[in-house]
């Protein structure tokens, strides 16, 4: 084993084998987020298709393709009813007995003349749209009153599907939201639509306001929810590479699903963590690991969340003791490597009865065989030698950091030996009492005084000192908030069931 610190720092550029590598990690945070859904069958040409098959160089499988497609399957036969025109003389005929009569439509008379000759040329088999683009566009200052622009707009949209216009869909959209006669039960509709053109011409303020009108409207279909277009709104953040505001989006959506005491989505902090962790915006990250492992507190989410952690802080000794710790309660501990670093930082000659605990776990895993590392092999046959010295002082040790002249360095001895062997209650006495003491690490104290109450039981209080650390060791505190409020949670399950 080499000396010094007995072992290369688990934060080089190399990252040993025992910690997860970070692009792994975020491969696997990906992985879950919404697959692309299957391309509806052949036949009309229809409005969701025409926006997917738009392709973005930023984003090959970017959320807001999927969600068109989403859209695309959402009503069956994925049509989206385009408004078109209706003669005014149609319009006016008489309606035969028992017809409901139709409401009134108001066209221009200049509007309605120029418009007929156009859409017949549209509508002819070869029409080229580029060719016909002038009298199209001609038709503009003459669209007066809603209904021409209702009808217009449509025509636009329509001519810019069939000749992959993607600015002249967008304006048809924009020209039948701006009429104001669009049906109210397909406005969510045609903003998400206007959105989704605005969004890959990346026109991105435009799309962030047709996407909240959505939003607004509580627009949902049966494959899409308004939490995906909350996602999707994020996305466009992420898009233009704005990705602390995206991150902010996001965690405001987290806290108002949380505040209407309504579920978060697994995948809203799953793409949180991979956005901040890959560009290390901090401490963003560490609200959306938080959140991710209270609500799903799963043993790969806690190793990634454990993981994720330590690669974005260069951790030493005690601050690295207090992460492994928790790492330790829930099941990250899975190469050697994260043993050797929990017995080095721990320390034998300091904490013989817990690193003792440490390295028969490792032995009794068959993570290091007992005889494959000499040096473990080592560090246990001392703290064999220890352990018994270690307990038969523990009462003198109690007895001198209780005593009105004890030095901080005596009681925060006492608090962490306590902690080791697990009896909290008295561990916790002692770190209370050196944070009133002068030139207290305050960090430290707190970090194990939530650690000891924990052990306790005594979870509102641990949550209150764990909330009060700061610096290098917040990330740590946090996580450990998340277990605390994961284990009083299973408690409560627990009692509610009788078991």
């Given at each position: 084993?080499?000396?010094?610190?007995?072992?290369?720092?688990?934060?080089?550029?190399?990252?040993?084998?025992?910690?997860?590598?970070?692009?792994?990690?975020?491969?696997?945070?990906?992985?879950?987020?919404p697959?692309?859904?299957?391309?509806?069958?052949?036949?009309?040409?229809?409005?969701?298709?025409?926006?997917?098959?738009?392709?973005?160089?930023?984003?090959?499988?970017?959320?807001?393709?999927?969600?068109?497609?989403?859209?695309?399957?959402?009503?069956?036969?994925?049509?989206?009813?385009?408004?078109?025109?209706?003669?005014?003389?149609?319009?006016?005929?008489?309606?035969?007995?028992?017809?409901?009569?139709?409401?009134?439509?108001a066209?221009?008379?200049?509007?309605?003349?120029?418009?007929?000759?156009?859409?017949?040329?549209?509508?002819?088999?070869?029409?080229?749209?580029?060719?016909?683009?002038?009298?199209?566009?001609?038709?503009?200052?003459?669209?007066?009153?809603?209904?021409?622009?209702?009808?217009?707009?449509?025509?636009?949209?329509?001519?810019?599907?069939?000749?992959?216009?993607?600015?002249?869909?967008?304006?048809?959209?924009?020209?039948?939201?701006?009429?104001?006669?669009?049906?109210?039960?397909?406005?969510?509709?045609?903003?998400?639509?206007?959105?989704?053109?605005?969004?890959?011409?990346?026109?991105?303020?435009k799309?962030r306001?047709?996407?909240?009108?959505?939003?607004?409207?509580?627009?949902?279909?049966?494959?899409?929810?308004?939490?995906?277009?909350?996602?999707?709104?994020?996305?466009?953040?992420?898009?233009e590479?704005?990705?602390?505001?995206?991150?902010?989006?996001?965690?405001?959506?987290?806290?108002?699903?949380?505040?209407?005491?309504?579920?978060?989505?697994?995948?809203?902090?799953?793409?949180?963590?991979?956005?901040?962790?890959?560009?290390?915006?901090?401490?963003?990250?560490?609200?959306?690991?938080?959140?991710?492992?209270?609500?799903?507190?799963?043993?790969?989410?806690?190793?990634?969340?454990?993981?994720?952690?330590?690669?974005?802080?260069?951790?030493?000794?005690?601050?690295?003791?207090?992460?492994?710790?928790?790492?330790?309660?829930?099941?990250?501990?899975?190469?050697?490597?994260?043993?050797?670093?929990?017995?080095?930082?721990?320390?034998?000659?300091?904490?013989?009865?817990?690193?003792?605990?440490?390295?028969?776990?490792?032995?009794?895993?068959?993570?290091?065989?007992?005889?494959?590392d000499?040096?473990?092999?080592?560090?246990?046959?001392t703290?064999?030698?220890?352990?018994v010295?270690?307990?038969?002082?523990?009462?003198?040790?109690?007895r001198?950091?209780?005593?009105?002249?004890?030095?901080?360095?005596?009681?925060?001895?006492?608090?962490?030996?306590?902690?080791s062997?697990?009896?909290?209650?008295?561990?916790?006495?002692?770190?209370?009492?050196?944070?009133?003491?002068?030139?207290?690490?305050?960090?430290?104290?707190?970090?194990?005084?939530?650690?000891?109450?924990?052990?306790?039981?005594?979870?509102?209080?641990?949550?209150?000192?764990?909330?009060?650390?700061?610096?290098?060791?917040?990330?740590?505190?946090?996580?450990?908030?998340?277990?605390?409020?994961?284990?009083?949670?299973?408690?409560?399950?627990?009692?509610?069931?009788?078991?």
């Open positions: 084993m080499p000396t010094g610190k007995g072992i290369q720092s688990p934060f080089s550029t190399a990252r040993l084998a025992g910690i997860a590598n970070p692009v792994r990690a975020v491969q696997r945070l990906k992985r879950n987020l697959q692309p859904a299957p391309v509806p069958g052949k036949g009309a040409l229809l409005l969701e298709d025409a926006v997917t098959n738009i392709s973005s160089p930023r984003r090959s499988h970017g959320l807001a393709r999927q969600l068109a497609l989403a859209v695309a399957l959402a009503s069956g036969t994925a049509m989206l009813t385009v408004p078109g025109f209706t003669d005014a003389a149609y319009a006016q005929k008489k309606k035969k007995k028992g017809e409901e009569e139709a409401p009134k439509q066209y221009t008379e200049a509007f309605v003349k120029a418009y007929q000759p156009v859409d017949t040329a549209i509508k002819a088999p070869g029409a080229d749209i580029n060719a016909l683009k002038p009298q199209i566009m001609a038709l503009v200052p003459l669209a007066a009153t809603p209904d021409d622009k209702l009808a217009l707009g449509g025509m636009l949209f329509n001519a810019g599907i069939t000749g992959k216009d993607y600015p002249l869909q967008l304006q048809g959209a924009e020209m039948m939201l701006a009429s104001g006669k669009v049906k109210p039960e397909e406005e969510g509709r045609f903003n998400l639509v206007a959105f989704q053109l605005a969004n890959e011409l990346k026109q991105f303020d799309a306001g047709y996407l909240q009108r959505a939003i607004d409207l509580n627009y949902s279909a049966p494959n899409t929810t308004t939490s995906d277009l909350q996602m999707n709104m994020a996305e466009i953040y992420f898009s590479e704005r990705f602390p505001e995206g991150l902010k989006y996001l965690s405001d959506a987290i806290a108002a699903k949380k505040a209407a005491g309504q579920p978060v989505d697994q995948k809203w902090y799953r793409r949180g963590v991979s956005i901040a962790y890959t560009r290390e915006i901090v401490p963003q990250v560490y609200d959306f690991v938080q959140g991710w492992v209270s609500d799903y507190p799963t043993e790969e989410n806690w190793r990634d969340a454990v993981n994720l952690t330590r690669n974005l802080n260069d951790f030493e000794g005690p601050v690295l003791l207090d992460l492994l710790r928790l790492g330790k309660k829930v099941g990250t501990l899975k190469e050697k490597n994260d043993y050797v670093f929990y017995i080095e930082s721990a320390d034998p000659r300091r904490l013989p009865s817990e690193v003792k605990g440490v390295i028969e776990e490792a032995n009794a895993k068959g993570i290091i065989p007992r005889g494959s000499s040096w473990v092999d080592e560090q246990y046959k703290v064999n030698g220890l352990v010295q270690d307990k038969a002082a523990l009462p003198t040790l109690e001198d950091a209780n005593a009105p002249a004890a030095r901080l360095r005596t009681v925060i001895a006492a608090g962490d030996t306590f902690l062997y697990g009896e909290y209650a008295k561990a916790a006495g002692f770190y209370e009492r050196s944070l009133s003491m002068p030139e207290v690490d305050r960090n430290l104290s707190l970090t194990r005084l939530g650690i000891a109450q924990i052990g306790a039981g005594n979870t509102a209080a641990a949550l209150e000192t764990l909330a009060k650390v700061d610096g290098l060791r917040a990330p740590i505190a946090r996580l450990w908030s998340a277990y605390a409020q994961q284990q009083a949670g299973g408690a409560a399950a627990g009692a509610a069931t009788g078991m």
